[in-house]
């Protein structure tokens, strides 16, 4: 038991660094083509306050979130089609049907539909309409939803060894709006260098964490191989970011943040792990809200990290004080999943 728990932890270090590798090779590729392409940030309207705090940013590179999910999808196939025929690749394998056949998905639909708005803002400037990308990933959600109930007899809520009967329908729902919340929060929080990439590393690996814990190996497997993207990535995206993940960057990593959240039964903590993607979304609310009924604004500029910014905080700062605040929720979380754990 302890030789197999040895072996896996070696194997999760052995697919974080070969995918970190893998990005890191990926990247001049990537480059080449975004600068061909003229693939770059374009400070377009939105606001006047928007143009103005983001206006060094245009001409960067965008699009470059590709290199968060690519990598991971290339690796799992090869892995798998090398494990046919040399014996070191089964051990490095990770495509599993029962742990890793959704995220995969999860990871490549998030990231080509995002990637689909990218090419569309790229040609119109402005991007799909917030109503087709509404439609687009309800459909994606109601899929998963579907996936979760017809085949893997989802009516319940899992929270940690707990299960919680709530019905085929309520469980439905309650699956559509955690994965239109999770994905739609983690886009919104999407907008200084390094900040997605951090909450992005700090998440994916307490939902490492937990599927270790809880012996699925396969799906921590494919949790390391995306750490090693992530850090590959944020290597390059750090302030001052040599590039931008776009829409397929964070509607990926969205996606498998709330696909993995459910299959470790850590779904009710994902607010607290997540704690920085709901304070980001709650800003949102916030300022829509009160200019809605109030004809007031909360905020100079909504999300929080763009209103900080507005008041002359640097991107550094501004990135590494929420990093911490989001910590903090990572830590509790931890902490509650292993207390449950053991009572």
Known sequence: METNIALNIIKLFFLALISFLTT???VPLYLKIALKFNLVNKSKAKTVIFNQINKEKEGTPTMGGVLLWLPTIILAFTFYYLSQYISFFAFLNFLDRRETYLPLAALFLGGFFGLLDDIARHVNQ???????????YFSIALLFAW??????NFNFIDFVDYRFLVGTVAFLFFFIFVFLATVLSVDITDGVDGLLGGLSFM????LVVFAFINGDYNLSSFGASLLGSIIAYLWFNFYPAKFFDGNTGSFAIGSVIAIMSFFTNSILLLPLFGLVF???????ILQVSSKKFFNRKIFHIAPLHHHLKFKGWNEALITFRLWIVNAIGVSLAIIVYIFMKLI
Do not use: N, Q, Y
């Not at 402005?126 to 687009?136: H, N, T």
């Open 24 to 26: 890191l090779k990926f």
């Open 147 to 152: 996936w979760f109930v017809s085949k893997l």
């Open 278 to 284: 709901v304070i980001e979304a709650l800003s949102v």
């Open 126 to 136: 402005f991007g799909l309409k917030k109503r087709d990308i509404l439609i687009v």
């Open 203 to 206: 998440i994916i690996l307490t």
